[in-house]
């Protein structure tokens, strides 16, 4: 997929240029074909579609593929209906693979050839490199294990998986450091990340520790479920992936930096509930108004 669609924040890749121009209308709202009948307004972002509305609504084009067997007589606009639709009066699914000692049928031209790549494969296309995927998937996650680049930082050479974790560590580099200071009263400890700010509070001021190992001899406590988590690695070191779920929707700085931490909300609760409640947290902590502002 060579054509790539540069708009901000898109990056979808497509097999032909005319598909991504197509695509690209998507973004910008463009509606190029206009319908030139009498009294119609009406605008289309491919001329297929235009075609399409012309037929429907102007040119009222009846249906021309006629199903002839007995006692049926349905019309459909286009033949490739017209077979699907006799696979029902047949059994026998219209696509057949023609891959010597096969013989799969399919209703749709596009699962066949879906199916076909089975016997076709997926050849990697990096250079000196003889792979070859069966599925789609499988040749990603080939490239992703094999022929992914290292992310390395500019200033100490330390690699990374992703381009995030390179971008957090680089702030470590910076020549001022962006920190979040303890919002309490008389503490004053500063940190790089509202992760360990959050668990400071919960930890140090509000001694909460509600997450326990439950290794045998352990009984290490935590006040994050994350650095729980995080921990159980030094016992069992081939748990590397940390599959932690996220439960509660994302909150404001000031809700981080007061230690409140809001209950879990059904399905269906507004936004305005969640954002009542941690206004109500703030007044209650009394927490100065012109040091939420300079926080966030």
Not at 39 to 49: D, Y
Not at 55 to 70: A, G, M, S, T
Not at 135 to 148: A, E, G, M, P, Q
Request: proline residues 5%; hydrophobic residues 25%.
């Amino acid at each position: 997929r060579p054509y790539v669609c540069d708009y901000e924040g898109c990056g979808k890749a497509f097999t032909r240029d005319f598909h991504r121009a197509r695509h690209l209308l998507t973004h910008t709202g463009e509606k190029p074909f206009e319908c030139t009948a009498d009294g119609c307004r009406e605008k289309f972002g491919t001329k297929s579609n235009l075609k399409k509305h012309v037929e429907r609504k102007h040119q009222n084009q009846q249906k021309q593929y006629v199903c002839d067997f007995e006692g049926c007589n349905k019309s459909f606009r286009k033949h490739q209906q017209l077979k699907v639709h006799q696979c029902h009066h047949t059994n026998e699914p219209p696509f057949k693979c023609n891959t010597e000692g096969c013989g799969k049928c399919f209703s749709t031209p596009s699962r066949l050839k879906r199916h076909e790549k089975i016997h076709e494969g997926y050849p990697c296309k990096k250079e000196d490199c003889s792979y070859t995927a069966k599925t789609w998937t499988d040749l990603l996650k080939h490239n992703k294990v094999s022929h992914t680049e290292p992310i390395v930082c500019s200033e100490c050479y330390k690699t990374f998986k992703r381009k995030d974790y390179l971008k957090q560590h680089q702030k470590t580099h910076a020549a001022e450091r962006e920190v979040h200071r303890c919002p309490r009263e008389g503490c004053g400890r500063t940190y790089t990340t509202l992760f360990n700010l959050q668990s400071h509070i919960l930890s140090f001021h509000e001694e909460k520790k509600p997450f326990s190992c439950d290794y045998p001899g352990c009984g290490r406590v935590f006040a994050m479920k994350q650095s729980l988590a995080r921990h159980a690695v030094v016992h069992d070191p081939e748990k590397t992936k940390l599959k932690l779920k996220r439960s509660r929707p994302k909150r404001s700085l000031a809700s981080h930096l007061s230690g409140y931490i809001p209950p879990k909300t059904q399905p269906g609760k507004g936004a305005a509930v969640m954002e009542s409640k941690t206004t109500n947290m703030l007044m209650e902590n009394e927490i100065p108004a012109v040091e939420i502002l300079t926080l966030q």
